[in-house]
């Protein structure tokens, strides 16, 4: 009888766990489900981190050579100054342009708010010092140009309003900036610039894109399998910008 009854649980135990197996199976995801999944999750993540904390900019002017040429793609810090930080002078940063609001400008900041400055024959001071002078940046023109002429060469002094920005370009011969528009509102600032990317060499006879687009996508792959050794600049790739 003792034996009858021990076998009697262990059938009833077998059965069970095979009830609960049963129970708790779940079939395998097919591996298309898997990549599906895998492929949502990267663009929610993408869109987020877009929206919330990078965006990524195409360099389209040569104002900020030699520290960025045109044709760099850069990333953008958005919450750089966010949450009690501010900006610096020495800060690359990209910012809506106040004249165009829907244009935006990528410049160094050169004087904070309540700074002075001034450029006497293409030498910049800030409340009458030198200002450091980046790394990268350059004056491509020998000629000094008289301020009745031109504000490039010979500016001020400006007071830079409280809330607001001095900005120049690194190429300060070639630069649209504060110089000729006056200074930035902290509102219109987007973020700080962190790094290249990507790099490309622009060329003229790039193809130009229009409907219906399918016949420029394949002219642009050709484009770009025939010119990426010439036009690539891998170099500059992870690059930081400072």
């Known amino acids: 009888m003792d ?75 958005k919450l750089a100054y966010e949450y009690g930080t501010e900006p610096e002078a020495g800060d690359v940063i990209v910012f809506k342009y106040p004249n165009n609001p ?52 010979n500016f001020g002094p400006y007071k830079v309003p409280e809330g607001q920005y001095f900005v120049m370009g690194d190429n300060r011969d070639d630069s649209k900036d504060s110089r000729f528009w006056g200074s930035v509102p902290r509102d219109n ?5 962190v790094f290249i990317y990507w790099s490309w060499a622009p060329n003229v006879n790039a193809p130009k894109w229009g409907f219906p687009y399918v016949i420029d996508l394949v002219q642009w792959v050709g484009y770009v399998i025939v010119n990426f050794y010439d036009n690539a600049r891998l170099d500059r790739i992870g690059v930081p910008i400072s």
């Open 189 to 193: 600032l987007r973020g700080k610039a």
């Open 102 to 153: 829907e244009r935006d400008y990528i410049k160094r900041i050169v004087a904070l708010p309540g700074q002075t400055v001034e450029v006497v024959d293409k030498v910049v001071y800030v409340d009458d010092l030198v200002t450091t002078i980046p790394a990268h940046s350059k004056n491509i023109d020998l000629k000094i140009l008289p301020a009745d002429l031109s504000f490039r060469d």
């Open 3 to 77: 034996q009858d009854f021990l076998v009697r649980d262990h059938q009833q135990a077998e059965a069970q766990r095979h009830a609960n197996k049963v129970l708790n199976y779940r079939p395998p995801k097919p591996l298309w489900r898997e990549y599906v999944e895998t492929a949502v999750l990267a663009i929610v993540a993408a869109v987020l981190l877009r929206m919330f904390v990078v965006s990524a900019y195409r360099v389209s002017s040569a104002s900020m050579e030699d520290t960025l040429s045109e044709g760099d793609y850069i990333f953008v810090n």
